[in-house]
Nanobody, 123 residues
């Protein structure tokens, strides 16, 4: 089992920045690709960003390209999501997830999920 715990969410204004963290415990974190997803009320879970196990590949959803950056620190068993130039449409619950298949944008490919952290961006 791999346990994931997100933190760093909150209420911010449009244009502000936030950094989300996802701390892992349990199995070997460094063997897993990691992803960030988000889900707004009434909407499907959306891929935000993903990073390979060895940090040599990243991928972003179209709506966040150029504004968000995913990174990881394997010794600390933590993955981060730096979010800049936030918009009201970024408001959602943000989840981190892990899989051993690679950087893929589909939620069904991920085996482990955190409980989520709320991000609210006011206009």
């Amino acid at each position: 089992q791999l346990q994931l715990v997100e933190s760093g969410g909150g209420l911010v204004q449009a244009g502000d920045s936030l950094r989300l963290s996802c701390a892992a415990s349990g199995r070997t974190f460094s063997k897993y690709a990691m992803g960030w997803f988000r889900q707004a009320p009434g909407k499907e879970r959306e891929f935000v960003a993903g990073i390979s196990w060895n940090d040599d590949s990243t991928r972003y959803g179209d709506s966040v390209k150029g504004r968000f950056t995913i990174s990881r620190d394997n010794p600390k068993k933590t993955v981060y999501l730096q979010m800049n130039a936030l918009k009201p449409e970024d408001t959602a619950v943000y989840y981190c997830a892990a899989n051993d298949r690679g950087v893929v944008p589909h939620p069904v490919a991920y085996d482990y999920w955190g409980q989520g952290t709320q991000v609210t961006v006011s206009s």
